[in-house]
Nanobody
């Protein structure tokens, strides 16, 4: 599976950005796909995940501000980010796994991710 990320950039606090991840290759019928974020000096953390049934999970830090969606025909996952805060600054990575696991507990751990897209920088200034 290959993942190509587009989007990201710089924005002022309160602004919006959109990320897109396109999957290609031998993708799974059952999968978990989404976004991790790595802030400077911090570990990579899951922020939004979606499964093949379009059920979604959000990290507490982005809940209510970010929306994950997918186009299954195009095999793309989008992350619409609104009301951005300076704390949202970091490298954003697309992730792809063969399933989310119960309560997304498996998929939320970066060490369990099978495939990563390239990171894209998101910088939010005050």
């Amino acid at each position: 599976v290959q993942l190509v990320v587009s989007g990201g950039g710089s924005v002022q606090a309160g602004g919006s950005l959109r990320l897109t991840c396109a999957a290609s290759g031998s993708t799974y019928d059952t999968y978990c796909m989404g976004w991790f974020r790595q802030a400077p000096g911090k570990e990579r953390e899951a922020i939004a995940l979606i499964d093949d049934e379009s059920d979604a999970w959000y990290g507490d830090s982005v809940k209510g501000r970010f929306t994950i969606s997918q186009d299954k025909d195009e095999r793309t996952v989008n992350l619409q980010m609104t009301s951005l805060e300076t704390e949202d600054t970091g490298l954003y990575y697309c992730a792809y796994e063969p399933g989310c696991g119960t309560g997304y507990s498996f998929a939320r751990q970066a060490g369990n991710v099978d495939y990563w897209g390239q990171g894209t920088q998101v910088t939010v200034s005050s």
